[in-house]
């Protein structure tokens, strides 16, 4: 788990039902991985995988491909997201990546670009199972 | 002001649908909508179709693109496979989509992509994927830039002139890299007779 | 039933199947099949056939109606095109140029 610097950990178990953060200035190059839910308040580059949930606080900052439970967007995120979970984009977050997640909500001004792709039937008249996505990406 | 245009549950359009206004869809749609005013996809309406609009709100299943000159709004219950692309978007919880979303106004490019350090590790298709603009010259400079490069890299010459043209050629286009491709295949030629 | 209305600034180019009520205030261009009653209010301008139950026409109409019931072409109405129905109703004002047939 990335410690940070002057931050205790609030007392919580930092084993499976804990929350680690990475404050605000904070910089963690390298992969994250770990059980428990991150709260990124500083700056991540490199791959973060969690058992639990994670966000990306107001002012945060990840360069990273993500694997967690519920992702919780409010800042920047460059790079994919895989979550078993929901994903919220909450207003003020700018993310680009491809994001899946079981249910995946973006609020209005948030910025993103990327490819969602969630799961779900479409009605047969517009082709049943639609495996296929919209028109190509440039 | 005009009426709304109110295509019911029971109606089914096949064809282009253009004009000014508010339309609100609950029966089927096939073919393209383009309106100036606000687009409603209601619960019950099946839209095979892409829609342009100033506002696009969707409540039911939509395949095909949605560009919209202020807003897109996908609420819970929406289906949606295609592209979605505006200023501001909105995806609720419970609202479904499958295709690249982007906010912004709808003229952008995609902007580049920054990865992860270890995927932009030296592949021409990554440097060349940073100017989307460039596809087609990219498409075609990247496999000659390669072979030229890895060409020069087995035979041992050294000649790193090669490398840098290749990486040039992404960004300013084809006709660089192609003058070193063709010594070497002139090198080739020459072996083989 | 609930109506499909086609508004005045809509060009629509194309085929309409309805099982309803379908109002034409804008433009159309195709063919209309409607199993119910069509409307083409004044404004409105279809170039394409149109089958349906009772037609009213105030508008322009350049194509073959077809009903299966009674047909009206009120005052403004400009109508090119032959038409069958059971009963027709041409008013002072209408404009009409073209067959009627009225064997069911």
Known sequence: MARTTGRSDHGRDQGTLGEAIIGRTTRVRGRVSGEGNLLIEGNVEGDIALTGDLTIAEGGRATSSIEAVGVTLRGELDGDVRASGVVRIEAGARVRGDVLGESVSLEEGAEFVGRLDGTFDMPSELGGEGRTGGSKRR | ?193 | MASTVIGAGITIDGEITSDEDVIVQGTLRGKLVAKDAVTVEHGGVVEADITGGPVAVAGSVTGNISSNDRVDLQNGAKVVGNVKATRITIADGAQFKGNVDMDV
């Open chain 2, 1 to 193: 002001m005009a009426d709304p245009t109110l295509i019911g549950s029971g109606t089914f359009v096949r064809g282009r649908i253009t004009g000014t206004g508010d339309l609100e869809i609950s029966g089927r749609i096939e073919g393209e909508v383009t309106c100036s005013g606000e687009v409603v996809v209601e619960s019950s309406g099946i839209v095979g179709a892409s829609i342009s609009a100033r506002r696009i709100l969707v409540r039911g299943a939509v395949k095909g693109d949605l560009v919209a000159e202020e807003a897109v709004i996908l609420e819970a219950g929406a289906r949606v496979v295609g592209d979605l692309r505006a200023p501001r978007i909105a995806i609720a919880p419970g609202g479904m989509v499958r295709g690249h979303v982007q906010t912004g106004a709808a003229g952008q490019q995609a902007a580049p992509r920054a990865r992860t350090a270890q995927a932009t590790a030296s592949k021409p298709a990554a440097a060349a994927a940073s100017s989307s603009a460039r596809a087609p010259a990219k498409a075609v400079a990247a496999p000659t830039a390669t072979a030229a490069a890895s060409r020069s890299d087995s035979r041992g010459d050294g000649k790193k002139q090669v490398a840098p043209p290749a990486r040039a050629a992404t960004r300013v286009g084809p006709p660089p890299p192609v003058v070193p491709a063709l010594k070497k295949g002139t090198k080739a030629l020459q072996k083989k007779r």
